[in-house]
């Protein structure tokens, strides 16, 4: 066990579907983490959350994605529309502000598969 | 903006061999650097961190690491590598002012028994 939740863990969908992934972080992390990783690729960071404020986005997160955290605890990561190319593993992490150095703890992520 | 590059893709060894996986990363300032593993089917676990102090780092399972500033370099090693070693190995860094772990591509190791 992680500490970090990841729901589903698999989802296949077709083109075109909108999805919604949930992550729920480790208790007391007041930071939570979205990044996605494709097959030869490190983690891409996606945007992140200081408790319920999402504080920076990254210019991959096109319009069709949308992340919510209403009450700084899990959060949710919305495709709509989806494309073959959002096809990836979409991980969650969490960390303590405060504890910035101590790096960050994964969970095992959702496998998206758009057909 | 911070980058991270791992020279090697793909890395075969057999069982006792040295391991050594290069990383080097872009930002010029104060940063914490990371090793994070990622066995098959598993999710990613950090393996050792550097954020101050003694240059060389110890993890898990025997692993190591030296922080080279002058070469802004934070190379990964292990003296005897074991078939469970078989994973891939992410060099990350989280710099000030940038608030984001940032990851490089990525070394797949397999060792053969």
């Known amino acids: 066990d992680t500490g970090v939740s990841q729901d589903p863990r698999h989802k296949i969908t077709k083109r075109g579907q909108n999805v919604t992934f949930r992550c729920d972080p480790i208790?007391?992390?007041?930071?939570l983490y979205w990044y996605r990783q494709t097959l030869g690729q490190g983690p891409e960071f996606l945007t992140y959350?200081?408790?319920?404020?999402?504080?920076?986005k990254s210019r991959l997160l096109s319009d069709r994605f949308s992340a919510e955290r209403p009450k700084g605890s899990f959060s949710t990561l919305e495709i709509q529309r989806t494309e073959q190319g959002d096809s990836a593993m979409y991980l969650c992490?969490?960390?303590?502000?405060?504890?910035?150095?101590?790096?960050?703890?994964f969970g095992s992520g959702t496998r998206l598969t758009v057909v | 903006a911070q980058s991270v590059s791992q020279h090697n893709h793909h890395v075969i060894l057999s069982e006792a061999a040295s391991l050594e996986l290069g990383c080097n990363y872009s930002?010029?300032?104060?940063?914490?650097l990371f090793w994070y593993v990622q066995y098959p089917g598993q999710h990613l676990q950090l393996l050792l961190k550097?954020?101050?102090?003694?240059?060389l780092v110890k993890g898990i399972k025997g692993f190591e690491a030296e922080f080279i500033k002058s070469k802004f370099s934070f190379n990964l090693r292990k003296p005897s590598v074991q078939w469970s070693d078989t994973a891939e190995y992410f060099c990350?860094?989280?710099?000030?002012?940038?608030?984001?772990?940032?990851f490089g591509t990525g070394t797949r190791l397999l060792v053969s028994p």
């Open positions: 992490a969490s960390s303590r502000s405060d504890r910035e150095a101590q790096g960050y703890t």
């Open positions: 208790s007391e992390h007041n930071r």
């Open positions: 959350f200081q408790n319920e404020a999402q504080l920076e």
């Open positions: 930002y010029g300032g104060t940063v914490n």
């Open positions: 550097y954020f101050s102090g003694d240059p």
């Open positions: 990350a860094v989280i710099s000030t002012g940038f608030q984001k772990l940032v």
